[in-house]
């Protein structure tokens, strides 16, 4: 089982920065992609960043070149850090780990349980 927790969210203006991270626990050997997902108010669930475990990105449109993912390994942490934010990146971000590689070697889909429990992002104007 594992477990993941965010932190770093608040409340910045209009063209500040914020950095987040999720440290992932519980019975992990390797975790192969992690990533950064956000919500804004009624809105759908949206990809932000992706990063594998051999530092390979993926980011949404509205996020590049102002949003850099990037992971610790050995701490099996991830980090999401947010610049030049606007207004619209208001939302609830959201760390995933949606499969893990155990310590007995078993890779299994981390359903629910590889979501963490969201952290707030407001940015006033």
């Known amino acids: 089982q594992v477990q993941l927790v965010e932190s770093g969210g608040g409340l910045v203006q209009a063209g500040g920065s914020l950095r987040l991270s999720c440290a992932a626990s519980?019975?992990?050997?390797?975790?192969?992609?992690m990533g950064w997902y956000r919500q804004a108010p009624g809105k759908q669930l949206d990809m932000v960043a992706t990063?594998?475990?051999?530092?390979?990105?993926n980011y949404a449109d509205s996020v590049k070149g102002r949003f850099a993912i990037s992971r610790d390994n050995a701490k099996n942490t991830v980090y999401l850090q947010m610049n030049s934010l606007k207004p619209e990146d208001t939302a609830v971000y959201y760390c995933t780990a949606p499969v893990v590689v155990d310590r007995s070697g078993t890779q299994y889909f981390t359903g629910n349980d590889g979501w963490g429990q969201g952290t707030q992002v407001t940015v006033s104007s």
């Open positions: 519980g019975s992990i050997f390797r975790i192969p992609s």
């Open positions: 990063i594998t475990s051999g530092d390979s990105t």
